[in-house]
Structure formats: structure tokens, C-alpha cells
């Protein structure tokens, strides 16, 4: 699984905004402290709670194989982390 680059193509691509999980108006937030395109930023900095993940549905998991070597199609890495990041999964809220 190779790491996702931070570019304008894959800024572009990214669908962090439409995900039901994201807290709030994406315009409003998209800024230096919540950034989307988590799978190369990392977690978010805001609060998440867990109401499904489109991260199998975005052209950057697709274009990076994201999903390959077993890895979960609900990634949550708004939660988790950027891709590669060793983390430990946490109880997720209901």
C-alpha cells in the first residue's frame, strides 16, 4: 500500500466532505485545522462520530488500492490516521 501524496489532484478527488461521519459544514471547516484527505493527513481534529465511512468510495482509495491486503472498507481514517500510521483502533460509538 503505497502512502498517499497531498496534491491538487487528490485534494480534488477527495470526498472527506460527503462523508455522513464528518461533523459540520465542510466549507466552513475545510481549513488548515481540518484539512479531508485524511488517508494522507491523518486523523481528524474534531470530534467524529461513527454514522458510516465512504472511504471505499473515494478515487483516491481507489487510485492508491487502499483496500488491498485486507484492509477494512469502513477505514475511518478521519479516526485511525493516515494511511500506513501504526494505530490502535479504539471502540467505536455507536
Not at 481507489?62 to 483502533?89: D, F, H, M, P
Request: aromatic fraction near 10%; proline fraction near 3%; charged fraction near 20%.
Amino acid at each position: 500500500m503505497e502512502e498517499v501524496h497531498v496534491n491538487l489532484h487528490n485534494v480534488h478527488s477527495c470526498i472527506c466532505g460527503k462523508c455522513p461521519s464528518f461533523p459540520g459544514k465542510w466549507r466552513e471547516l475545510a481549513h488548515a485545522d481540518m484539512p479531508g484527505l485524511f488517508c494522507a493527513h491523518g486523523k481528524s481534529k474534531l470530534a467524529i462520530t461513527t454514522k458510516g465511512c465512504i472511504c471505499a468510495d473515494c478515487l483516491v482509495y481507489q487510485q492508491y488500492a487502499l483496500g488491498e491486503g485486507g484492509s477494512n472498507k469502513q477505514a475511518y481514517y478521519c479516526i485511525y490516521g493516515k494511511v500506513g500510521q501504526e494505530y490502535k483502533k479504539q471502540e467505536l460509538a455507536a
